[in-house]
């Protein structure tokens, strides 16, 4: 759905985007990670033609871009850098005005499609109000609306969730889930690790402009070969395993080095050692991306 | 998108209060003229003024010549100035080109939309004062002079009121192509309108100065009141087309800059 082959951005000096090589899937639900300052917008910006790279290509639903614009952007619905909207107008005026800018969507089903956008996005009963009274929160849900209007192949959202309360992000969190079983792909780019984790079933680490990490999440998190085991009986544990143990954690759990979990089981229950805890070692997505990424991208060191 | 960028600014409050203040000053003048009886003499103030006392259906001329030097050449640049870099900066701009809208497509919509506000404004303009002038000063005769002294029939007056109306939004297309072209240059309106302001200033300071009269065949504001050589006998259309030459220049010149300029730009707002 998006692919892209050495693509690169350089404003001056800086590499803003350095010869990045993405690949995301049909049926994905991909979680774009960066710090603050690492690409992450101009890359959206770029996959969308609102920035010319500088060198590389970029194929959008399988047609270059930007040379295709015309043909791939009304399949793909995006929310880049917070939504925007008219203030004087009502969402749904906005919605209106913006469906009718594009080329396609015909003009007798144009009521009924922005009614089923707003009515995705929880903003069905709103009224009449101008965008300028707006909650932050409900002009993320009527941006997102915005992005959904041609029912897209392609969501590419930046920060979706910037300005919601935790229940609205829940119900963003389901509303993309069952989107992506609808059969839409979703590239979501995000700081927020946890929003990734939760959601995402493959991402790409960016760094200062390289993308240096670009896996399944499943992968990322499978087992790391180690069992970690919570128990009271710490002491004894520990005399029992002896040379298996790799260390014992701050909260008192011990990690041993062996991915069997059941043996590990059996051998520590038979010795008489009572069991609280125990599980397969797996690494989050915070060790993960900690260890692809350097220091964060805004901070600059003399 | 012509409609949707002509239904946009038909739908913004500010634009109908721009129309409504450029209307108040042409009333302002004409309900001063009527209470005091005080005409400038011929020949000074401003354009047709002094014939309006006698014939109220003139008093659409002479609330053009009113607003013409200022006041309509800066609801133009702020209209233009705003068309882009208000885009830009209320972030609306980044969802119209990927909804998408084509830079050139959205520019030309842009340029129509401020052509029909001008042709509006000054429409709106010569109405009212039509309005105010015949019910304030009569028609008098029916008929009126020229400038040069011939008499002209109710209809010729109307007629040539329509010609320079025309002749009038023509002379406001170099500023709006000007400001147009600074906002696709700036994300900020603000700077957009001022910018084109300051080049009519320039443009105008430099006409009273006699240094400059090599430049002043080719400065934006030299032509503008020249409609008042319809209403001469015969019509003196000598500078009436050097002004719309001059214009189509402006509008050529800015608006292939502005295109350049937008078609090749990163929009990072």
Known sequence: ?302 | MIAVELLKLLRRPRTWATILLLDALPTLVAALLAFTDLAPRPGEGPVFLSAVLNNGSLFPLAALAIVLPLFLPIAVAVVAGESIAGEAQAGTLRYLLVRPVGRTTLLVAKLISVIVFVLIAVVVVAATAYVVGVSLFGVGSFEATTVSGTVLTPSQIFGRTLLAIGYVTLSMLGVAAIALFLSTLSDSPLAAALGAMAFLIASSLLLTLDAANVLAPYLPTRYWLSFVDLFRDPIRWRDITRGIGLQAVYVGVFLTAAWANFTSKDITT
Do not use: W
């Open chain 1, 1 to 302: 759905m998006i692919v892209t082959h050495a693509l690169a951005k350089r404003y001056g000096q800086l590499h803003a985007v350095d010869g990045i090589d993405l690949d995301v899937r049909e049926g994905d639900i991909y979680g774009f990670l960066g710090a603050n300052g690492s690409g992450k917008t101009t890359t959206v910006r770029m996959l969308l033609g609102l920035v010319h790279a500088t060198s590389g290509e970029i194929e959008l639903l399988g047609q270059p871009m930007p040379s295709s614009a015309r043909t791939v952007l009304p399949q793909v619905g995006a929310l880049i850098e917070g939504p925007a909207a008219y203030g004087h107008l009502s969402g749904r005026a906005n919605l209106l005005l913006f469906d009718a800018a594009g080329r396609g969507g015909s003009r007798r089903t144009r009521r009924t499609r922005v009614g089923d956008a707003l009515e995705q996005v929880g903003l069905a009963g709103v009224g009449r109000r101008p965008v300028r009274n707006y909650s932050l929160g409900m002009r993320q849900r009527l941006g997102l609306a915005g992005a959904l209007l041609r029912a897209p192949r392609l969501l590419i959202l930046d920060e979706p969730t910037n300005g919601l309360d935790p229940q609205g992000i829940h119900e963003i969190r389901e509303l993309l889930q069952s989107l992506h079983a609808q059969g839409t792909t979703v590239f979501l780019s995000s700081h927020l690790l946890a929003e990734i984790e939760q959601l995402c079933t493959r991402v790409g680490v960016l760094d200062r402009g390289r993308l240096v990490l670009q896996e399944q999440l499943a992968d990322l998190q499978k087992p790391t070969g180690r069992t970690v085991v919570h128990t009271p009986d710490a002491e004894a544990a520990r005399v029992l395993i002896g040379e298996g143990l790799i260390e014992v954690l701050d909260d008192g759990a011990l990690v041993i080095a062996s991915g069997d979990a059941p043996a590990v089981n059996r051998a520590l229950v038979e010795a008489g050692i009572r069991v609280q805890e125990l599980a397969p070692q797996r690494r989050s997505l915070e060790q993960v991306v900690l260890e692809a990424a350097g220091s964060s991208g805004d901070r600059s060191v003399r």
